[in-house]
């Protein structure tokens, strides 16, 4: 089990990023996180495998805690922890075989890591994984010379090379076309049902979550607004991405009139379009037309 306690990051220029997170994950689940661009997702996943520490809060993975941890043992405890990332991050003049090894790094001597030097079992377990993606034939090729789904395919081999308990993977699709991400979900998919581990997968794709997911995890301002199975997610939809939020742009370049106002409106955390305000809190230009025409025909 993955265990969150009111874990909260607060950046350097007061930024909170997380505020107050509690979240229980057990043994199997594929869990998808999502929200706005700057919700807190990616914070979250690097506060679990510790790339970021967490200002506040605990973290405990199989009832042991994680976020005090430190040397040696934070170094073994990110062994159990497998990261898949958006762009990759494969080493690009390695060979495919040589960059899912590294996901053995953390069991191997100083002196053999430097070399690149692997028993043969672990060998053996990396072509296994590359095997199980459908990439063992690319073994041999340089990294750079594959598509961007095959080396996220890389990439997933190189995490299940490490064994791990967790997996996270932080908007693996973005950097994909459609059908590319689609056998990318359904890698992680066979993954989490074969091998019974937690996978956590962080995306923008609303309708990829409500097909893949055991359960949905909608963060808003750092915060968990809504934790539950994907057939309720319509009913909560806007209480993750916004009803409506307005900004105004450019007050002083407007020329219909000195209290109006341009302002943006956002929906699902996107630009949907953009209106005239007459005075603070006015009705829109479009609104004031038509409360006028509606006067003159009752007059």
């Keep these: 089990m993955l265990k969150l306690k009111e874990v909260s990051k607060i950046y350097r220029d007061g930024i909170k990023a997380l505020d107050g997170v509690d979240i229980e994950i057990k043994k199997g689940e594929f869990v998808v996180i999502l929200g706005p661009s700057g919700a807190g997702k990616s914070t979250l996943l690097r506060c679990i495998n510790r790339l970021i520490e967490p200002t506040h809060g605990r973290i405990y993975l199989n009832g042991e805690e994680i976020t005090s941890l430190c040397g040696r043992k934070l170094h073994k405890m990110r062994q159990k922890i497998g990261m898949i990332f958006q762009q990759f991050n494969l080493v690009k003049r390695l060979s495919v075989l040589q960059n899912v090894l590294s996901g053995r790094l953390g069991d191997v001597s100083s002196l053999r890591s430097l070399f ?74 066979k993954i989490n049902q074969e091998e019974k581990i937690i996978v956590i997968v962080n995306l923008h794709v609303v309708e990829l979550a409500k097909e893949y997911a055991d359960r949905i995890i909608g963060l808003t301002k750092g915060k968990v607004v809504f934790d539950g199975i994907p057939s309720l997610l319509d009913k909560h939809f806007k209480t993750i991405y916004y009803e409506e939020e307005t ?7 407007i020329p219909v009139s000195s209290k109006a106002k341009r302002v943006w409106v956002l929906e699902a955390g996107k630009i949907a379009y953009a209106r005239w305000q007459i005075g603070e809190g006015g009705d829109s230009v479009e609104n004031q037309k038509s409360n006028v025409k509606n006067e003159r025909e009752e007059n």
């Design 247 to 253: 900004r105004v742009v450019n007050a002083d370049m």
């Design 116 to 189: 690149y030097s692997f028993p043969k079992k672990d060998v053996q377990l990396a072509l296994e994984c590359l095997d199980r993606v459908g990439l063992k034939s690319y073994a041999a090729k340089r990294a750079d010379t594959l598509s961007g789904g095959q080396q996220q395919r890389v990439a997933i081999a190189r995490a299940l090379a490490q064994r791990p308990k967790v997996i996270l993977a932080d908007e693996p699709m973005a950097s994909l076309d459609p059908r590319t991400a689609k056998v990318i979900m359904d890698l992680l998919k």
